[in-house]
């Protein structure tokens, strides 16, 4: 797969707000926050999408949710509640191609996450 931003930011060759690192996984703030709190926490591994997941990757990919639930005690909001979303792909709105999971949280959030350019049935 080809080089992401966030490669970059696992190696320091470019800065991030990075609140969380173990051998498999890097956790950060997201530079563009859709809520009072909005990490990112995305694999070492670079997996393009949800759809590259391998049989082999599925340690890994729990590690992913394993790191929310404890950054989520940690900071606080775990009893409270919080939101974790991964995009696959166009229509989720995916941009960066090496997957994250999207950790928000710090206020009630709507459901579903449509927008409005949603086809109305
Ligand atoms: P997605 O749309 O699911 O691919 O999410 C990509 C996320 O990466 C977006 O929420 C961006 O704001 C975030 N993002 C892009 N570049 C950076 C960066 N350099 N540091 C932190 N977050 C970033």
């Known amino acids: 797969m080809s080089e992401t ?14 609140v969380y690192e173990d051998d498999l996984s890097l956790a950060f ?11 990112l926490i ?21 590690h ?14 775990a009893d409270d509640g919080y939101r974790t979303v991964m995009n696959c792909g166009e229509n989720s709105g995916q941009t960066v ?6 950790l928000l949280a710090g206020q009630p959030m709507g459901w579903p996450p449509y927008s409005d350019k949603r086809k109305q049935a």
């Open 97 to 102: 191609f090496h997957i994250h999971l999207h």
């Open 64 to 77: 992913l949710y394993w790191v929310a639930a404890k950054l989520a005690a940690e900071m606080g909001f």
């Open 42 to 62: 995305i694999p070492k591994k670079p997996i393009a999408t949800i759809n590259d997941i391998q049989e082999d990757d599925r340690e890994l990919v729990g």
């Open 5 to 18: 931003i966030f490669s970059k930011i696992i190696r320091r060759e470019i800065p991030a707000d990075i």
């Open 29 to 39: 703030n997201d530079i563009n926050p859709q809520a009072p709190v909005h990490l």
